[in-house]
């Protein structure tokens, strides 16, 4: 039987094994999924009648008047069930803000909580949590959520559709807490004008109705409750299942105008080479952003000469496949909103923002400032980006280049929505060449959700160049199917030979991918006590040539030993089929594997332990075949927190390649990075990791230091370091950034 066939006939034999296990066993505690409640619960808030103080203790006269909002339902592990421990939560408000309220009951008190950390937007699985989310305009899909852990970290994030996740949105608020012999208690401030809400009635007496629910999460018991709650297969994002708060008196919005200056200086100093002199530099550089929230739907923000000192420095990565590395983009400035501007797939972005400040040559370069719309409305969304990028310096360099990005979502429907998304590119004409660069894309993208457990994407995508070596086309589908008993999807996309969005990102071109997936969401009557779930999967993964239809790759993984533990621990065990046509020479890390066929089968093992306790750890091993040789990986993180003020971490991978390539070759490619994070409070923080990777032989540090000595005004101190050993380089960064931000 000729290679192919036999390969075709194990995926199919593999995925055909698995799902005859999906139906295996009684359906114990098989809870359905209950429909959105016909008439939402209904709550009250109430005016304050004096000022509040906010420190985390609830101990004013406004707070012993408004009513307690408790019987919160389990989410994990017993649907529907009462929480255990409960939570209870006020609302008050007066003309400038409003507050929440909650005292979350621990049986072990402040001895019970679980925090490794103080960081902002911290990881919701690792910490005690408290959280509220506000729906003002009634859509039932959109949400505005505010979040907390025992020691006040804050976690704010905006979500649409409970599909859509903007993790990176940060808005001005205030959150205080205080541990006790029998829980914790979070306060929280929302300014009105953080909130954006409908204009509603122009008489002040007159109170309006929003949509709302809570979340808590409490760690020790690995339970997740909410109030009114909703089914184990969605998220509290899902704002059908959200009561509806009546008595609020928001303000009329008024100019509502944030500027935030800053003030930056930075020493460079930068050696090329182990036989070339060393420079150093000083800048002073001043800038800002200012933004504006026109009405309650529609903001403007402004850059000038914008700066991004402060960001995340990226992590090194050895790349051992033929995919181009993914890296998430860092700016704040680009981080919000950047749900409404990203239609994405796992292979393609039509629109990628870190694609903005990046030379041809893979550096960066300076941005002389940009501007941001959004307008958000219950039936449509309208965005608008342009950014101005500086030229290199250099003779014959890198022209001066203007990025614009138009964007259109119409919602229909119930959960339904369209959209068109424009980028545009056009670099200034050169002076060595005269000529100017012009670049577009053109997208088509969807959202839609017939029913709770369905959700459909899809996405239409256009490149187009002066050249017109860049004119091609990109689609992709996906459907999913979620209940709690179970998870199939199914994902298709294709990337045509010439597809290139210069403002996006493309891991492969000349691709047809196919993506069918599922897992067994099990929780049998004799499962142990400390076992939650049993929850075998499978994931096919084929990838042919668009031009000629030709095999390139396929990926079958099957995982039928999935556990995951009542502590949130998880240990998987993995099988891989693989098979590889390659189409030309591929060289990961140096080592030439020559065009041809390969079929090579792997076996993996990983453990996670409770990450929120003081020592966690995270271990992945996998050994076998790989393309013409053999490669065994290990990797793992160990973490040591002894309270929330402290966390210390320690990364590794190490892979062993063995006969591989053209001249069978053993060599072995690592990776090695130490962590730290010391914390005052979540307000004063200092962190530092060092990276080391034996592939590429670079070496980074990156130290800073940060005090947010008002909601989101920051002063950082940051070094940077990196250094080449192969070719003796060291390049040296010391940077203060001042931010100031006033709320008009």
């Known amino acids: ?59 004013e006269a406004a707070w012993r008047a408004a009513p307690v909002i408790r019987n919160f339902r389990q989410v994990e592990p017993n649907q529907g069930q009462p929480a255990r421990p409960d939570t209870d939560v006020r609302i008050v408000f007066d003309e400038h803000n409003l507050y929440i309220g909650a005292f979350c009951a621990d049986s072990l008190g402040a001895a019970g909580v679980r925090a490794p950390d103080m960081r902002r937007d911290f ?91 809570f979340v808590r999460l409490a760690r020790r018991s690995n339970q997740t409750s909410g109030f009114p709650g909703w089914p184990r297969a969605y998220t509290n994002a899902r704002m059908s299942y959200a009561a509806v708060v009546r008595g609020l008196q928001p303000p009329p919005a008024g100019a509502n105008i944030r500027v935030a200056p800053y003030l930056v200086t930075q020493v460079e100093r930068n050696r090329p080479g182990r036989d070339e002199p ?10 800002g952003d200012v933004k504006w929230a026109i009405n309650p739907h529609a903001v403007l923000d402004l850059t000038l000469n914008t700066d991004f000192a402060q960001a995340d420095a990226d992590r090194q990565v050895i790349n051992l496949r033929r995919f181009n590395v993914f890296f998430p983009e860092r700016r704040q400035f680009f981080l919000e909103n950047a749900g409404l501007f990203a239609p994405s797939t796992p292979l393609f972005q039509p629109f990628f923002s870190r694609t903005i400040g990046l030379g041809d040559n893979g550096l960066p370069l300076p941005l002389t400032g940009g501007a941001r719309y959004t307008d958000r409305t219950v039936g449509r969304g309208i965005g608008g980006l342009y950014v101005r990028q500086k030229g290199d310096d250099f003779a014959g360099g890198q022209a001066p280049a203007h990025f614009g990005v138009g964007r259109y979502l119409k919602n229909y429907g119930k959960q339904n929505n369209v959209g068109l998304l424009v980028t545009s590119r056009t670099d200034e004409a050169r002076a060595d060449t005269g000529r100017v660069g012009q670049s577009t894309t053109v997208s088509i993208d969807g959202f839609i959700r017939p029913s709770q457990p369905w959700t459909i994407n899809y996405l239409l995508s256009g490149s187009l160049a002066r050249e017109r070596t860049g004119n091609g086309l990109a689609g992709h589908m996906g459907v999913s199917y979620s209940t709690n008993q179970y998870y199939l999807a199914t994902q298709h ?46 994931d096919l993964q084929v990838y042919q040539g668009a031009s000629d239809r030709r095999f390139q790759e396929g990926l079958l993984r099957v995982y039928p030993l999935y556990l995951v533990f009542q502590s949130g621990a998880t240990l998987v065990g993995t099988y891989e089929l693989h098979r590889q046509d390659l189409p030309v020479d591929f060289d990961p890390v140096g080592i030439v594997i020559a065009k041809g066929r390969y079929s090579y089968h792997r076996s993996e093992l990983s453990y996670s332990s409770d990450q929120s306790r003081k020592l966690s750890v995270r271990g992945y091993g996998a050994t076998g075949g790989y393309y013409n040789g053999r490669l065994h990986t290990a990797s793992g993180t160990l973490r040591y927190s002894p309270s929330a003020h402290a966390a210390l971490r320690l990364l590794g991978e190490y892979n062993a390649l063995r006969g591989v390539g053209t001249e069978a070759r053993n060599q072995d490619a690592w990776l090695l990075g ?18 080391y990777s034996s592939a590429s032989r670079l070496a980074r540090w990156n130290v800073r230091a940060s005090w947010e000595f008002k909601p989101l005004s920051y002063v950082y101190l940051v070094f ?25």
């Open 720 to 744: 940077n370091e990196l250094g080449n050993q192969a070719l003796d380089s060291r390049q040296q960064q010391l940077i203060s950034k001042l931010t100031y931000i006033k709320q008009f």
């Open 123 to 213: 990881d919701f699985f690792e910490h005690d949590l408290f959280g509220v989310g506000f729906d003002p305009f009634r859509t039932r899909r959109n949400v505005m959520s505010f979040q907390t852990n025992p020691y006040g970290a804050q976690r704010d994030l905006q979500v649409f559709d409970d599909n859509l996740f903007d993790r990176d949105w940060d808005a001005l608020w205030k959150v205080r807490t205080t541990r006790t012999d029998s829980g914790w208690v979070a306060e929280m401030q929302l300014p009105w004008a953080t909130l954006r809400y409908p204009a509603g009635s122009k008489n002040p007496t007159d109170t309006v109705e929003w949509g709302i629910n």
């Open 674 to 691: 130490p962590e730290a994070r010391l914390s005052l409070n979540p307000r004063v923080q200092l962190t530092a990791f060092y990276q």
């Open 493 to 538: 996309s294709l990337i045509t030979e010439r597809y290139l969005p210069v403002m996006g990102f493309v891991a492969r071109q000349n691709l047809i991918y196919h993506n069918p997936n599922g897992y067994l969401i099990w929780r049998p009557e004799w499962k142990p006590k400390f076992l939650r779930s049993i929850e075998p999967g499978f």
């Open 1 to 59: 039987m000729p290679l192919r066939f036999r390969f075709w006939n194990r995926l199919l034999l593999g995925g055909s094994m698995l799902l005859a296990l999906l139906p295996v066993g009684p359906a114990a505690h098989a809870q359905e999924i209950f429909a959105p409640p016909a008439t939402p619960p209904v709550i009250r808030a109430v005016r304050a009648t004096g000022p509040i103080t906010v420190d985390g203790r609830l101990d």
């Open 278 to 287: 060393t420079t150093r530099d000083t800048k002073v550089k001043v800038g």
